[in-house]
């Protein structure tokens, strides 16, 4: 089963518009680590955001903001007013607590193309 | 120095040959990871080492052999590889414990002909 889910293959969006890449994730540990990563073209994955499963604050970050919901199982994660430099694959990805060796389970990932 | 440098960039190979790619990092970060991504699709962990100790190998093939000289340094060995084991191979670091995010280096585009 796949533990991490990004139902969103590839978006596209007029720059300046809003946009929401979906994340959601299954585990049955009580404990665990959420990550959004960001992929430009050049290969390089940037990370982006960690949130621990204790802490559903949201959280903004200049245009970016990322929405935790436990009761739905989602991390969620809102780019405002978009811009061409935001073009990339953007991969969501969990840490369990009793994994061995802090391994991560990635997503899909979602293809966002901002057209100029 | 908050970066993971990877070289080379770029490698193409032909299937008899034997090559190595390099991973550095200087931020004391004690688990360093190899991961291999193909087109389209996300990182898939081939191994880890936690304290210069192998940890996970993820059943990778031997024609890959990882090395942890130091724990600065990894490296990862290449030999009689497939045109299928074209890919981004991704280093990256991180904390030992649970729940730390990963540093990656920008990758070796490997190309087997």
């Known amino acids: 089963a796949q533990k991490v889910t990004q139902a969103q293959t590839e978006i596209s969006v007029v720059e300046k518009e809003d946009v929401t890449l979906d994340c959601v994730y299954e585990?049955?540990?009580?404990?665990?680590?959420l990550f959004w990563y960001k992929q430009p073209p050049s290969g390089e994955l940037v990370f982006l955001i960690r949130?621990?499963?204790?802490?559903?604050q949201n959280e903004i970050s200049g245009r970016y903001s990322w929405n935790f919901q436990k009761s739905t199982s989602s991390f969620n994660f809102t780019i405002t007013a978009s811009q061409v430099v935001d073009s990339a694959v953007y991969f969501c990805?969990?840490?369990?607590?009793?994994?061995?060796?802090?391994?991560?389970?990635f997503g899909t990932g979602t293809s966002l193309t901002v057209i100029p | 120095d908050t970066e993971v440098t990877q070289t080379p960039k770029h490698l193409v190979m032909g299937m008899t040959n034997k090559k190595s790619l390099k991973c550095e990092q200087h931020?004391?970060?004690?688990?360093m990871y190899w991961y291999k991504q193909k087109a389209k699709k996300p990182p898939e962990l081939m191994f880890v080492?936690?304290?210069?100790?192998?940890?996970i190998n993820e059943s990778v093939p031997s024609r890959f052999s990882p090395e942890c000289p130091n724990s600065s340094l990894l490296n990862l060995h290449l030999h009689a590889l497939q045109p299928e084991d074209s890919a981004l191979y991704l280093c990256?670091?991180?904390?030992?414990?649970?729940?730390?995010?990963?540093?990656f280096g920008s990758g070796t585009r490997l190309t087997v002909v």
């Open positions: 585990t049955r540990d009580t404990t665990y680590y």
């Open positions: 949130r621990n499963s204790f802490d559903e």
């Open positions: 080492y936690s304290y210069e100790k192998l940890s």
């Open positions: 931020m004391g970060h004690r688990a």
């Open positions: 990805a969990l840490s369990e607590f009793y994994r061995m060796g802090n391994q991560f389970y």
């Open positions: 990256a670091s991180s904390q030992e414990q649970v729940g730390y995010g990963y540093t």
